[in-house]
């Protein structure tokens, strides 16, 4: 059971969680689910394990707080929206740690933080004196300022780039998708699941890829871009739905599937 025994043995953990992941059937960010995982992180920590999350969500906090800006589809307007949500983004996530004695931090980056050798070295330095402390870091996106992460960007990539950054053992993507199938199992019923995947090339040619989702900014092909580039550095991926009653617990005890990117040949 490869993912239940990459689960156990990694040690530095990062989780990624999309927009569609942490927001109700509302649109409103899903504080029980929050809670819930939280739940399940802390029994990590417990366990000796250190875990980082890069969390989207603070445009859909934003339009829960600022409803009457709904319609407003102004840059200024969805860079507002984001500098509303992050605050109550970072809220719900300090309120369902807290329950468990578990701090959080905030972290905001953009890609010119990754390309300055004096920033990602800070920014590396901060990670490793966070997580030794048990304190959980929580990466965002910069949305206030990077304009371009709203029209185009993902968590996906930010997430690959913070679990290199941080030499991290692996790196699960949870989604709204139970993982990678040959065609979106929505629009064809004969889409075959993907349970292991070692050659991201072979993959890409013969899958049909979509696009993101109603929440999202990102895809399918963001997901396997992002382990692509985990796997350049060593660091398995996981890709699985996080919806649900215990998405973390499932992962680990064999009980929820998910799509692995491995390096190498199977044994």
Not at 233 to 254: C, D, H, K, V
Request: charged share 20%.
């Amino acid at each position: 059971m490869i993912i239940p025994n990459l689960i156990a043995e990694s040690r530095k953990i990062v989780f990624k969680f999309g927009s569609s992941t942490l927001a109700d059937s509302g649109g409103r960010i899903n504080s029980p689910f929050l809670a819930e995982f939280a739940q399940q992180a802390a029994g990590l920590l417990g366990r000796g394990k250190q875990v980082i999350l890069v969390s989207s969500g603070a445009q859909v906090a934003g339009l829960s707080t600022m409803d009457k800006w709904a319609r407003k589809r102004d840059i200024h307007y969805r860079q507002a929206l984001c500098a509303v949500g992050q605050v109550e983004l970072m809220g719900a996530w300090k309120q369902a740690f807290g329950g468990h004695g578990t701090h959080i931090a905030q972290i905001l980056l953009t890609q010119d933080d990754f390309e300055d050798p004096i920033r990602t070295l800070n920014m590396r330095n901060t990670l490793f004196t966070l997580v030794d402390e048990g304190i959980v870091p929580i990466i965002n996106e910069n949305d206030t300022v990077s304009v371009e992460e709203i029209k185009i960007g993902d968590n996906d990539t930010l997430a690959a780039q913070s679990a290199i950054l941080w030499s991290a053992d692996l790196l699960v993507l949870f989604s709204d998708i139970d993982g990678l199938y040959t065609a979106n199992p929505k629009e064809h019923s004969d889409a075959e699941f993907v349970d292991e995947v070692r050659n991201i090339a072979d993959v890409r040619s013969r899958i049909t890829l979509g696009g993101a989702n109603s929440l999202g900014t990102g895809g399918i092909a963001t997901k396997i871009a992002a382990a692509e580039r985990a796997l350049a550095y060593g660091i398995p991926t996981i890709i699985t739905n996080g919806g649900g009653q215990r998405a973390l617990e499932g992962l680990a005890q064999g009980t929820r599937r998910g799509t692995v990117f491995l390096q190498g040949q199977p044994t």
